[in-house]
């Protein structure tokens, strides 16, 4: 199965799962394994698991290709209850966890994704490696602030497309699908370029929605 295809198929099976009302976007879900392919994280952790979207992807994708660990943090109950039958027999790949506070010292995570709440959000910067890359899922304009200030001389840029929602989608067909906002906390060279490409491509795609309102 190619990667569009792949997205399509998993994006369509959580929009029809209970507690779908709050899960990531197909666009985001995209990109979010674009970075992964890209960069190739060992250690990824995503700050509220919900029903599992993100971290369902990331392991059925990439088990068998490279096998990053997945940590996940995740202190809901109905969201817990979910996880073992929507991933299914994937779920032993997810280590979980109750809160950032309560994952092991010894792990320095590459790859950050946020797609919840997290009352101890600040200290994500004692768990991650020099040159982590953090993916904020959605809007959450508090997270973002916060990892901005944390990481001073970051390099940002926040993700949009012009595609509007899929027919299969449990979303308004006629709004656009959420972005995803990108920080570089201590980029390098190829993060930077990076950085650049995707600024330039946010700028076309915020300009097809200017003009198409």
């Known amino acids: 199965m190619n990667k569009k295809d792949f997205i399509k198929e998993q994006y369509s099976k959580f929009s029809r799962t209970e507690g779908s009302q709050f899960i990531t976007s197909e666009y985001a ?5 674009n970075f992964i392919n890209k ?3 060992e250690n990824i952790l995503e700050v509220g698991v919900g029903i599992g979207t993100i971290s369902d992807s990331i392991i059925k994708a990439y088990k068998n290709e490279y096998g990053p660990k997945v940590y996940g943090t995740e202190n809901n109950e109905f969201c817990l209850s979910k996880l073992p039958e929507n ?3 994937d779920y032993s790949f997810l280590k979980l966890f109750p809160s950032i506070q309560n994952l092991p010292r010894d792990i320095e995570f590459d790859l950050i994704i946020i797609d919840g709440k ?8 004692h768990i991650m490696n020099d040159h982590c890359i953090i993916l904020v899922e959605g809007d959450r304009k508090e997270q973002t602030e916060i990892c901005q ?3 001073p001389s970051s390099k940002f840029v926040h993700l949009i497309t012009s595609k509007k929602n899929s027919y299969y989608s449990n979303r308004a067909k006629e709004h656009y699908q959420g972005g995803i906002k990108v920080i570089f906390t201590d980029p390098h060279f190829t993060h930077f370029l990076e950085w650049f490409k995707l600024k330039l491509t946010s700028k076309f795609h915020f300009q097809i929605r200017k003009f198409s309102r």
Do not use: A, C, R, W
Request: proline share 5%; net charge positive.
């Open 29 to 33: 879900l995209g990109e979010i394994l």
């Open 39 to 41: 960069f190739k994280p």
């Open 87 to 89: 991933l299914g027999k």
């Open 118 to 125: 997290e009352s101890n959000l600040k200290s994500i910067k």
């Open 149 to 151: 200030n944390l990481f």
